[in-house]
C-alpha cells in the first residue's frame, strides 16, 4: 500500500496505481464530478494517471488556478481537433493555455481563416465535447515522435520534437487528434460545456519576425454556460474600460506611425496626469531617503556586455548605434541599473554612507515585436519609476520591507485593493538563463521568502520567473475587471555588484561587496497609467484628474461669468476650464460627462445675480447652488481627504 497525504494532513492508503480520480471517488461521487487534475508533490498531473508512492495529493477543480489551467490546456486540444476535422491539413505550432483561456498557433496552408469560421469551430468544439473523448497520455520515444509527425508532415512539431530529450516525451490523444504534450489535461472532454473564441490575429513561429506567420485563435472554455454569460458582460466592460479607447477620447496619448510603431506621445492631459504621479512618488521617494539621479538615453555597448543586459536583452534590444570612431558603437539603454552602478562606483564609499538610495524616472528601449505590441501596455519605448538601493548584507531586509511601505502606500492611493504578491524565482532546470553563483543566488532567494513571511504578504513562489540577475517580489494588481496587472517589483541582486566591482570600507577597514535591491512601485509609467484608466474607467482620483471643474456658460451672454468663475477657482489651485461653445446647456453637461469631468458648475442670470454656482457632480447629478467659497471648500476638502490616503 502507499501513503497519500491530502491538504488536511490526513493520510489514506491505497493500492499502489491508485489515480487521483479514484481518490476523490473514495471521498465522495460528488467531488469526484469535480475533480479536473491533481497536484501531486510539486507538479501538476491528470486526474487519471496512475501513482506509485507515497505522495501528497492535492485534488484540483474550477476553483484552483491550475485546474482551470488544465481545462483551458485541454481546450486547445479540443479547438485543434476541431479545426483539423474542419480543415484538413493543417498544422499546428503551439496551444497553451494563458491566464484567461488558451490559444493556438496554426499554419493554415491556403486557406484564410476568418472572424466568422469561429463560430463554425465553436459549434464543432461543443459537439466533440459532448462525445466525452477521454485525453490519453502515452510515453513515446524521440524517433517514434519523429516518425508520426514525419508522416503527418508537421515541420513545426518536428522542430519541437528535435529539441527534446529522448526518454521524456509524450503524446496526448483525444479523439482523432494526437498532441505533442507534456501535458496535464482534463478525464476527458465532456467537462467543458461553454465555449467561446474571443479573437484571430497573426503570429510569427515562435516569436521570431523572421519566420513564417501563423494564424494565432484566442479562446475561453467553462463547465457552466452561466460562468460564459457573466465572462461576456465583464468582456463587453472591458471593451468600454480599453484604455486605447478612452486615452483617445479623454485627449491623454496618442501613437504616430512617423514617430514609430510602440513608441508613445504623451499629449497635454496626460502628461500633466503622469507629471502628478511621478511628483506624487518623488515626495515619498524624498521622504524615504532617496536621492535624484539622471542619466542618458543611451550607453556604450561595453557597458551592457559588463551588466549582462547585452547577452541577455541583445535581441529585444534595437540594433547597436556606431560612430565614426572604428569599433565604437552604443546601445539605447535596455536598462537604468548599470548607469546606477557607475554612479556608485564614481567614488569611495564607507559602511557609515550606506544605504545609498538612487531613483531615477529613467526611459528605456526594447525592441518588442510588432506583433505583441499593446497600447500602453506593449511599448518599446517605457520610463521606470526606477530606484537602486546599494546596501550591507544586514541592510537587505529593512529596506526591502520599506519598499513594501511604498508600494502599499501607492495602492492604497490609486484603490487597488486586491492584489497577490509572487516571488519570482530561478529555473532550476535552466540554470543558463541567469548569471551569479548558485550560492548568491540562494542567498537572495531566501531572503525575499523571509521578508514575504515576516511581513504576512502570503507570497506565492514561481520558478522560472526571476530577472536574469537576481529574484524577485512581484506585486500583481487586480483591476475593477479581476485582471491580474504586474505593476510594482522589487528585486535582491548581488550580481551586479559582482560584475561592476563594487565596494565598499567596512567597519573592519576592509574592502566588501554591497548588495544592490532593484525596485519600481508603478514598474513603467505608461503601463501603470494604462492599468489606471482601466481600473476606474478614466474616472481618476479627484487629485490626479487633468480637469476636475468644468464651467458651464447657459449662453455667451454668461461668459464674463463664467470667466470670473474659473478664475476665482484657479486662484484656489483647482483645476477649472470653461465649455464656451453655442451649444445647449444640455449637450455640454452630457459631453462633460463622456470626458469624465467631476464636477459641472451651471451658470446663467440667477447665478450671476447672486455669486453662485449650480453644481452638479459626474455620474451623480445636481447637487444644488452653492457660493463660489462655498463649492471650492467642497472640492478642497475633498481632495483633502483623498490626500490623507496618498
Same mark, same amino acid.
Not at 313 to 324: C, K, L, V
Not at 355 to 363: D, K, M, S
Given at each position: 500500500?502507499i501513503n497519500?497525504t491530502?491538504?488536511?494532513?490526513?493520510?489514506?492508503?491505497?493500492?499502489p496505481?491508485?489515480t487521483?480520480l479514484?481518490?476523490?471517488k473514495s471521498?465522495?461521487?460528488?467531488? #469526484?464530478r469535480?475533480?479536473?487534475?491533481?497536484?501531486?508533490?510539486d507538479?501538476?498531473?491528470?486526474?487519471?494517471r496512475?501513482?506509485f508512492q507515497d505522495?501528497?495529493?492535492?485534488?484540483l477543480t474550477?476553483n @484552483?488556478?491550475e485546474?482551470?489551467?488544465?481545462m483551458?490546456h &485541454?481546450? #486547445?486540444?479540443?479547438m485543434?481537433?476541431?479545426i483539423e476535422?474542419?480543415?484538413?491539413?493543417?498544422?499546428?505550432?503551439?496551444?497553451p493555455?494563458?491566464? &484567461?483561456?488558451?490559444y493556438?498557433?496554426?499554419d493554415?496552408?491556403?486557406?484564410v481563416?476568418t472572424?466568422?469560421e469561429?463560430?463554425?469551430?465553436e459549434k !464543432?468544439m461543443?459537439?466533440?465535447a459532448?462525445? %466525452?473523448?477521454?485525453?490519453?497520455?502515452t510515453?513515446? &520515444?524521440k @524517433?517514434e515522435?519523429?516518425?508520426?509527425?514525419? *508522416?503527418?508532415?508537421?515541420e513545426?512539431?518536428l522542430?519541437l520534437?528535435s529539441?527534446?530529450e @529522448?526518454?521524456?516525451i509524450?503524446?496526448?490523444?483525444s479523439?482523432?487528434?494526437?498532441?505533442l504534450?507534456?501535458?496535464?489535461?482534463?478525464p476527458?472532454t465532456?467537462?467543458?460545456?461553454?465555449?467561446?473564441? *474571443?479573437?484571430i490575429?497573426g503570429a510569427y513561429?515562435?516569436?521570431?519576425?523572421k519566420?513564417k506567420?501563423?494564424?494565432?485563435?484566442?479562446?475561453?472554455?467553462?463547465p457552466?454556460?452561466k460562468?460564459?454569460?457573466?465572462?461576456l458582460?465583464?468582456?463587453?466592460e472591458a =471593451?468600454?474600460?480599453?484604455?486605447?479607447k478612452?486615452g483617445k477620447e479623454?485627449?491623454l496619448?496618442?501613437f504616430s506611425q512617423?514617430?514609430g510603431a510602440?513608441?508613445?506621445?504623451?499629449? /497635454?492631459?496626460?502628461?500633466e496626469?503622469?507629471?502628478?504621479?511621478e511628483q506624487?512618488?518623488?515626495k515619498v521617494q524624498?521622504?524615504?531617503g +532617496?536621492?535624484p539621479?539622471?542619466?542618458p538615453?543611451?550607453?556604450?555597448?561595453?557597458?551592457y556586455?559588463t551588466?549582462?543586459?547585452?547577452?541577455k536583452?541583445? #535581441?529585444?534590444?534595437?540594433? /547597436?548605434?556606431?560612430?565614426?570612431v572604428?569599433?565604437e558603437a552604443?546601445?539605447l539603454k535596455?536598462?537604468?541599473?548599470?548607469?546606477?552602478?557607475?554612479?556608485?562606483? &564614481?567614488?569611495?564609499?564607507s559602511?557609515?554612507d550606506l544605504?545609498?538610495?538612487?531613483?531615477?524616472? $529613467? *526611459?528605456v528601449?526594447r525592441?518588442e515585436?510588432?506583433?505583441?505590441?499593446?497600447?500602453?501596455?506593449?511599448?518599446?519605448?517605457f520610463?521606470?519609476d526606477?530606484?537602486?538601493i546599494?546596501?550591507t548584507?544586514?541592510q537587505?531586509k529593512?529596506?526591502?520591507?520599506?519598499?513594501?511601505?511604498?508600494?502599499m502606500r501607492?495602492?492604497?492611493a490609486l484603490?487597488?485593493?486586491?492584489?497577490?504578491t509572487?516571488?519570482?524565482?530561478?529555473? /532550476?532546470?535552466?540554470?543558463?538563463?541567469?548569471?551569479?553563483s548558485?550560492?548568491?543566488?540562494?542567498k537572495?532567494?531566501?531572503?525575499?521568502?523571509?521578508?514575504a513571511?515576516?511581513e504576512?504578504?502570503?507570497?506565492?513562489?514561481?520558478?522560472?520567473?526571476?530577472?536574469?540577475?537576481?529574484p524577485?517580489?512581484?506585486?500583481?494588481? =487586480?483591476?475593477?475587471?479581476?485582471r491580474?496587472?504586474?505593476?510594482?517589483?522589487?528585486q535582491v541582486d +548581488?550580481?551586479?555588484p559582482?560584475?561592476?566591482?563594487?565596494?565598499?570600507t567596512?567597519s573592519?577597514n576592509?574592502?566588501?561587496?554591497p548588495?544592490m535591491?532593484?525596485?519600481?512601485p508603478?514598474g513603467?509609467?505608461e503601463?501603470f497609467?494604462?492599468?489606471?484608466i482601466?481600473h476606474?474607467?478614466g %474616472?481618476?482620483?479627484?487629485?490626479?484628474?487633468?480637469e476636475q471643474?468644468?464651467v458651464l456658460?447657459i449662453?455667451?451672454? +454668461?461668459?464674463?461669468?463664467?470667466e470670473?468663475?474659473?478664475?476665482?477657482?484657479?486662484?484656489s489651485?483647482i483645476?477649472?476650464?470653461?465649455?464656451?461653445?453655442?451649444e445647449?446647456?444640455g449637450r455640454?453637461i452630457r459631453?462633460?460627462?463622456l470626458?469624465?469631468?467631476?464636477?459641472?458648475?451651471v451658470v446663467g442670470? !440667477?447665478?450671476?445675480?447672486e455669486?453662485?454656482?449650480?453644481v452638479r457632480?459626474q455620474?451623480? $447629478?445636481?447637487?444644488g447652488?452653492?457660493?463660489l467659497e462655498a463649492?471650492?471648500?467642497?472640492? *478642497?476638502?475633498e481632495?483633502?481627504?483623498l490626500?490623507e490616503n496618498?
Open positions: 500500500m497519500i491530502l491538504p488536511d494532513q490526513s493520510v489514506r492508503q491505497f493500492e496505481g491508485v487521483a479514484e481518490i476523490a471521498i465522495s461521487e460528488g467531488l #469526484a469535480n475533480v479536473l487534475s491533481a497536484k501531486v508533490g507538479e501538476v498531473w491528470d486526474a487519471t496512475g501513482i505522495s501528497r495529493v492535492q485534488l474550477w @484552483d488556478t485546474g482551470k489551467a488544465t483551458w &485541454s481546450s #486547445a486540444h479540443l485543434a481537433e476541431a476535422q474542419l480543415y484538413p491539413g493543417v498544422k499546428f505550432g503551439i496551444g493555455d494563458i491566464e &484567461s483561456g488558451f493556438y498557433d496554426i493554415t496552408g491556403d486557406k481563416l472572424e466568422a469561429l463560430v463554425v469551430i !464543432k461543443l459537439e466533440l459532448r462525445e %466525452k473523448q477521454a485525453y490519453v497520455r510515453e513515446v &520515444s @524517433d515522435a519523429l516518425s508520426h509527425f514525419t *508522416t503527418k508532415g508537421d513545426y512539431k522542430e520534437i529539441e527534446l @529522448d526518454g521524456k509524450t503524446f496526448y490523444k479523439g482523432s487528434f494526437t498532441d504534450c507534456r501535458g496535464p489535461h482534463l476527458d465532456s467537462f467543458i460545456k461553454a465555449v467561446k473564441l *474571443t479573437s490575429a513561429w515562435r516569436g521570431d519576425e519566420r506567420q501563423l494564424t494565432r485563435i484566442y479562446g475561453i472554455t467553462f457552466k454556460a460562468e460564459l454569460e457573466e465572462y458582460v465583464l468582456l463587453e =471593451k468600454k474600460r480599453d484604455h486605447r478612452l479623454l485627449e496619448f496618442t512617423k514617430v510602440g513608441l508613445p506621445l504623451w499629449l /497635454p492631459k496626460g502628461a496626469l503622469r507629471e502628478r504621479l506624487y512618488l518623488k524624498k521622504e524615504a +532617496y536621492q539621479v539622471i542619466t538615453h543611451i550607453g556604450n555597448v561595453n557597458l556586455k551588466s549582462g543586459h547585452f547577452d536583452y541583445g #535581441a529585444d534590444s534595437f540594433r /547597436p548605434i556606431t560612430t565614426p572604428e569599433g552604443f546601445f535596455p536598462m537604468n541599473c548599470p548607469h546606477h552602478c557607475e554612479i556608485y562606483a &564614481s567614488k569611495p564609499h559602511y557609515k544605504p545609498i538610495r538612487y531613483a531615477e524616472f $529613467g *526611459t528601449y525592441y515585436q510588432s506583433g505583441e505590441l499593446h497600447g500602453l501596455t506593449r511599448v518599446r519605448g520610463t521606470q526606477d530606484a537602486h546599494f546596501c548584507p544586514d537587505i529593512s529596506e526591502f520591507k520599506a519598499v513594501i511601505k511604498i508600494i501607492i495602492f492604497k484603490d487597488f485593493k486586491d492584489f497577490i509572487q516571488i519570482s524565482l530561478r529555473d /532550476p532546470n535552466n540554470p543558463g538563463k541567469y548569471i551569479g548558485a550560492e548568491n543566488w540562494h537572495a532567494e531566501t531572503a525575499i521568502k523571509e521578508v513571511e515576516e504576512g504578504l502570503n507570497a506565492i513562489a514561481v520558478e522560472g520567473e526571476a530577472a536574469f540577475y537576481g524577485k517580489m512581484d506585486f500583481m494588481v =487586480k483591476d475593477a475587471l479581476g491580474k496587472w504586474q505593476l510594482g517589483t522589487i +548581488y550580481n551586479l559582482e560584475r561592476f566591482e563594487l565596494t565598499y567596512g573592519d576592509e574592502k566588501h561587496r548588495v535591491i532593484h525596485r519600481a508603478f513603467s509609467m503601463r497609467v494604462a492599468v489606471l482601466e476606474c474607467a %474616472k481618476f482620483p479627484l487629485w490626479l484628474t487633468p471643474v468644468i456658460p449662453s455667451e451672454k +454668461y461668459q464674463n461669468y463664467a470670473k468663475v474659473s478664475q476665482f477657482l484657479k486662484n489651485d483645476r477649472a476650464l470653461i465649455d464656451d461653445r453655442s445647449k446647456t455640454k459631453d462633460a460627462e470626458r469624465k469631468i467631476p464636477y459641472m458648475l442670470e !440667477k447665478e450671476e445675480a455669486g453662485l454656482v449650480s457632480k455620474s451623480e $447629478g445636481d447637487l447652488t452653492f457660493t463649492f471650492t471648500q467642497l472640492i *478642497t476638502e481632495v483633502r481627504k490626500q496618498v
